[in-house]
């Protein structure tokens, strides 16, 4: 009620969810998934804030993919290369350490997360952990058995991934990166308006 209230007298309210789309009990990688609703229809149960007082969805994502613990993950990498960017990226649990699963930027779970969330912003992070990389791979599609996808389907731990390569990019302001960025753009319908290079507060740049 006070949130409503708040709102209702012309106050802006910020509404930070935790934990990533597919984790949620109901559109995620079901079993591999959290007890709660980690998208946005959290905020409406979980909060009881009607779904018309939502005017604006930020979508993080960084530039590669990571996930914790069990779970299909079609672009996950091994050996030297995924250690590469498990060490650049410092991939490792905040509390227990443990590294973290790394691979590839996933355009079908990235689709997937914008429409089910609403995704009307992007922010962009760690693309600074890709600066040394000639080549930028990316999964476009899946393939699974035979078929090809746009979007994740119910045999998800059992597609490959299809890749294009992108330039790399040296730079937050390299022209690599700008390309990169409007792939994501067309790719999701969401404008990416944040880019994080770096830990730091001044390591940001908003478009």
């Not at 079901?30 to 980690?38: A, C, D, I, K, R």
């Not at 959290?42 to 009607?50: A, D, E």
């Not at 590469?84 to 790394?102: D, H, I, M, N, S």
């Not at 119910?154 to 490959?160: D, L």
Request: proline fraction near 6%; charge should be negative; charged fraction near 25%.
């Amino acid at each position: 009620m006070w949130l409503n209230r708040a709102m209702d007298s012309g106050r802006s309210v910020l509404f930070e969810g935790s934990q990533g789309t597919f984790l949620d009990v109901d559109f995620g990688t079901y079993p591999f998934v959290t007890s709660s609703s980690t998208t946005v229809g959290g905020v409406l149960t979980g909060l009881g804030v009607p779904p018309g007082r939502i005017d604006g969805v930020l979508g993080i994502t960084k530039a590669y993919t990571t996930r914790v613990g069990s779970g299909p993950f079609p672009t996950e990498i091994h050996g030297e290369e995924a250690e590469f960017l498990r060490g650049k990226g410092y991939e490792y649990g905040a509390t227990t350490g443990r590294p973290r699963r790394v691979g590839y930027l996933d355009l079908p779970m990235l689709r997937y997360a914008s429409m089910i969330n609403g995704v009307t912003e992007i922010a962009l992070t760690k693309v600074d952990v890709l600066y040394s990389m000639d080549e930028v791979p990316v999964a476009m599609r899946y393939r699974c058995k035979g078929a090809e996808y746009d979007y994740p389907p119910a045999c998800v731990e059992t597609c490959s991934p299809l890749y294009e390569y992108f330039p790399g990019w040296k730079s937050h302001d390299d022209e690599n990166l700008v390309r990169f960025v409007s792939m994501i753009e067309r790719e999701t319908g969401a404008k990416v308006t944040i880019i994080s290079y770096g830990p730091g507060r001044e390591e940001t740049v908003l478009r």
